[in-house]
C-alpha cells in the first residue's frame, strides 16, 4: 500500500513495486496542502501498479532505483527542451489563427528558449527552473501579466510532454502564478466622448464613432463590409477580424455576433456609404480606394492626432470599446444584453472589469423603495411605531432609559445578547419596562399586546430589567 511521509520538510511516497519497498520524493514540501496533493499521487501509484499499467522511469525519471529494477533508458532516447518545443510549435501553425502562431513563437524565442533550462532533457527540468526562469524575467522588467503568459504557455508544453509519456509530471503544477493588477478601464465620459467625434474628420469620425458606439474592437471595425450592414433590420453582422496577417476569423466564437446600431451609427454610416460604398466591399478603405486601413498607422498616428486636437489626455485605442460598454451599463441596460452586443462569453469577464459601472441604479434606489412601501415590509412593526409615537409619555421616559442600556451589547460582547437582532432586544427591554410599571400604565401594556389581551403568565415579570438593577 503506498502511504505519503516527510523528510526534512519533504514528502516522498513509499510503495511496494515488483516485491521490493521503494520511497521516492515527489517533489512537494511537507505541509497541509501538499500532502493532500501527495495522497492523490500516491492513490494513484496505488492503482497504477495494481492494475500493471505503472511506468517508474515516467513516474520518476531521475530515480536511482531505475538501475535497480532495469529501466534507465539510454540517454538518447530522451528528448531536449528545445527541440520538444519548436516540434510543438510546428505542430500548433495548422490549429490557430496565424497571428496566434505568430505570437506563441515570439513567446518561445524571446523568453523560453533563453532560459538556462532549454538545452536540459525534458524528464530533467523541475519547478526550481520554472522559478528561476519568473526570477530572471522579473530582473528584466516584464510584469506579472506578461510573466503569467510566459507559464502558461509551459504549462501547455510540460502538459502536451506529458501526455506523450516524456515525463511523469507537469512542473508547472507546482508554480503559482504572479498576482496581477486590475486592467485599467478608464472610458471617456459623454462630453469627452463629443470632443472627440467633434475634432475628427470624414472617415475618421465614422470608424471612432463605431468603436465608441457599437463596442467593436478595431480589427473587427475595419474588417466590415457593405453587405455585413443590414439597416433595415438595424445591425452590424461581425464575421471577420482584420490582423497584421490579413483578414481571419474573430478572437472567439462568440466574437461572431449582430451588434445593434444606435442611431450614432447609422448616421455616421449612412455619411460613410457616398464616400467608399461604390468604390470598394469594405466600409473603411486606404487611400488608393481597394484596401481596409491600416490598424498601426491608426494606432501611431490618427488616434495621437485625435487626442491633441480634441484637448484630452492619451488613452489607448481600445479604451473606445470599454466606454461603449461603460455607457451601456450606467444607462441601466441588462448586463446578458451587453455581455452579447460585447461578444463575451460568460458574464465573468463583463463583471470582473465593468462592475462598479452598473452598481449604482439609474433610479437611485428609488424602484425598490417604491416596491417595499407597496408591498408593506417598509414599514416599522405596530410594537415600535407605538413605542416611538409614545416617546413624550411616561413609557417613553422609560424607554429612552432602557434604550440607553443596549449599548452594553456592544461594549461587552455578552453571549447572550451577541447573536441577537436589534428587534429582539429591544422588544425585551421593552416588556420588562412595561411590566414593572405601576398600575396605570398596565393598559398601555393591554393596548400594545392587544385588545382584551392579558400577560397570562406573571414568570415573564421575574426578572428585573437593567435599569432597575
Not at 530522451?78 to 505568430?102: C, G
Not at 466600409?283 to 484637448?311: T, Y
Not at 417598509?378 to 409619555?393: D, L, N
Request: charged content about 30%; aromatic content about 8%; overall charge positive.
Amino acid at each position: 500500500m503506498a502511504r505519503i511521509e516527510g523528510d526534512h520538510g519533504r514528502l516522498l511516497v513509499t510503495f511496494q513495486y515488483r516485491g521490493q519497498r521503494c520511497r521516492e520524493y515527489i517533489g512537494l514540501k511537507d505541509n497541509r496542502d501538499n500532502r493532500r496533493a501527495a495522497a492523490r499521487i500516491a492513490r494513484e501509484i496505488e492503482l497504477q501498479i495494481a492494475a500493471g499499467k505503472f511506468d517508474y522511469q515516467a513516474r520518476f525519471s531521475e530515480s536511482h532505483n531505475l538501475d535497480r529494477f532495469g529501466l534507465a533508458k539510454a540517454s538518447d532516447d530522451r528528448v531536449v527542451f528545445r527541440d520538444f518545443a519548436l516540434q510543438w510549435l510546428d505542430e500548433l501553425k495548422p490549429t490557430v489563427a496565424k497571428s496566434t502562431a505568430y505570437g506563441y513563437g515570439r513567446l518561445l524565442e524571446a523568453y523560453i528558449l533563453k532560459s538556462s533550462f532549454a538545452e536540459k532533457k525534458i524528464d530533467e527540468i523541475h519547478d526550481g527552473d520554472i522559478k528561476r526562469l519568473i526570477a530572471q524575467l522579473q530582473e528584466r522588467g516584464l510584469g506579472p501579466r506578461s510573466i503569467n503568459i510566459v507559464v502558461a504557455r509551459l504549462r501547455t508544453l510540460f502538459s502536451t510532454a506529458r501526455i506523450r509519456k516524456l515525463r511523469a509530471d507537469n512542473p508547472v503544477d507546482y508554480v503559482r502564478n504572479l498576482r496581477e493588477t486590475k486592467p485599467e478601464i478608464d472610458p471617456f465620459t459623454l462630453d469627452e466622448v463629443q470632443a472627440l467625434l467633434r475634432a475628427a474628420r470624414l472617415s475618421e469620425r465614422t470608424f471612432f464613432t463605431i468603436l465608441l458606439f457599437a463596442g467593436l474592437r478595431p480589427g473587427e471595425a475595419l474588417a466590415l463590409r457593405w453587405d455585413d450592414i443590414d439597416f433595415r433590420e438595424g445591425f452590424l453582422k461581425v464575421r471577420r477580424h482584420l490582423n497584421r496577417f490579413g483578414m481571419g476569423l474573430p478572437k472567439t466564437t462568440s466574437s461572431e455576433r449582430d451588434v445593434i446600431m444606435l442611431p450614432p451609427v447609422r448616421d455616421a454610416l449612412q455619411e460613410q456609404r457616398a464616400r467608399t460604398q461604390l468604390r470598394s466591399p469594405f466600409v473603411f478603405v486606404n487611400e488608393g480606394g481597394k484596401q481596409p486601413f491600416d490598424l498601426d498607422n491608426i494606432r501611431q498616428r490618427n488616434w495621437i492626432s485625435l487626442l491633441r486636437r480634441a484637448g484630452l489626455r492619451h488613452r489607448p485605442l481600445y479604451q473606445c470599446r470599454h466606454t461603449y460598454a461603460t455607457l451601456l451599463l450606467s444607462a441601466g441596460e441588462d448586463m446578458r444584453f451587453v455581455a452579447s452586443q460585447m461578444g463575451h462569453t460568460t458574464l465573468a469577464m463583463l463583471i470582473r472589469h465593468y462592475a462598479r459601472w452598473s452598481r449604482r441604479s439609474p433610479s437611485g434606489g428609488n424602484a425598490i423603495s417604491r416596491v417595499l412601501e407597496s408591498s408593506g415590509l417598509s414599514k416599522m412593526p405596530e410594537i415600535c411605531q407605538k413605542m416611538v409615537s409614545g416617546r413624550s409619555g411616561p413609557i417613553g421616559q422609560g424607554l429612552e432609559n432602557h434604550l440607553k442600556s443596549l449599548d452594553f451589547v456592544e461594549e461587552s460582547n455578552g453571549a447572550g445578547d451577541r447573536f441577537r437582532t436589534d428587534d429582539l432586544v429591544l422588544g425585551k427591554h421593552t416588556l420588562y419596562q412595561l411590566s414593572y410599571t405601576r398600575s396605570p400604565l398596565r393598559g398601555g401594556l393591554n393596548d400594545l399586546t392587544g385588545a382584551g389581551q392579558q400577560v397570562k403568565s406573571p414568570s415573564v415579570c421575574c426578572r428585573p430589567s437593567v435599569a432597575s438593577v
